[in-house]
């Protein structure tokens, strides 16, 4: 029985396609030969270009189910708003660890999550940290049913304010 375990790792051209300081930290496989990394910033995602680093902040939900990875992505709007874009699924045939790092990292990633009303909806205020930045960033996702209007928008800034204000506090 040997004592230290050899790691398989990714496909040496996939790793060429990183920068050179990123960080593997799990890995898997689709049927079709394309993979997905887990990387200290983020999950490196395969697309038509080779692969695209979506960075944890940005990861809004991961799903596994199935032998199937689903992740939905959120933009940013002027720094504030997280809005959602279209899931992306791949199916892993050789998922090894991925599900369980991708989850440890994003749970990592979200410092604070709360559910506030706001303008006659609900609104989710997130801290987040971001790799390779010091301290954490608020944003906020409205809820289902809450549209984006200036009012909206004032009052979810004026709610962002506060929580930072109160997480400065905190942190001291």
Same mark, same amino acid.
């Given at each position: 029985?040997?004592?230290?375990?050899?790691?398989?790792? *990714?496909?040496?051209?996939?790793?060429?396609?990183? *920068?050179?300081?990123?960080?593997?930290?799990?890995?898997?496989?689709?049927?079709?030969?394309?993979?997905?990394?887990?990387?200290?910033?983020?999950?490196?995602?395969?697309?038509?270009?080779?692969?695209?680093?979506?960075?944890?902040?940005?990861?809004?939900?991961?799903?596994?189910?199935?032998?199937?990875?689903?992740?939905?992505?959120?933009?940013?709007?002027?720094?504030?708003?997280?809005?959602?874009?279209? *899931?992306?699924?791949?199916?892993?045939?050789?998922? @090894?660890?991925?599900?369980?790092?991708?989850?440890?990292?994003?749970?990592?990633?979200?410092? @604070?999550?709360?559910?506030?009303?706001?303008?006659?909806?609900?609104?989710?205020?997130?801290?987040?940290?971001?790799?390779?930045?010091?301290?954490?960033?608020?944003?906020?996702?409205?809820?289902?049913?809450?549209?984006?209007?200036?009012?909206?928008?004032?009052?979810?800034?004026?709610?962002?304010?506060?929580?930072?204000?109160?997480?400065?506090?905190?942190?001291?």
């Amino acid at each position: 029985m040997a004592l230290f375990h050899r790691r398989e790792a *990714p496909p040496a051209e996939v790793l060429a396609q990183l *920068p050179k300081d990123e960080r593997v930290v799990s890995w898997g496989e689709a049927p079709s030969g394309e993979v997905v990394l887990a990387s200290s910033r983020g999950l490196w995602w395969p697309d038509a270009q080779g692969h695209r680093l979506i960075g944890w902040e940005h990861i809004d939900k991961v799903i596994w189910r199935d032998g199937r990875l689903t992740v939905i992505e959120a933009d940013v709007v002027d720094d504030l708003l997280l809005v959602d874009r279209e *899931p992306m699924s791949l199916e892993l045939s050789a998922p @090894r660890d991925l599900p369980v790092a991708v989850r440890k990292r994003i749970e990592a990633n979200v410092v @604070r999550s709360e559910l506030r009303a706001v303008g006659g909806g609900m609104a989710r205020f997130v801290a987040r940290r971001i790799p390779g930045r010091d301290g954490v960033v608020w944003w906020v996702r409205l809820e289902a049913g809450l549209a984006d209007t200036e009012q909206v928008r004032l009052q979810v800034s004026s709610e962002c304010a506060g929580l930072r204000d109160d997480w400065a506090r905190e942190q001291v």
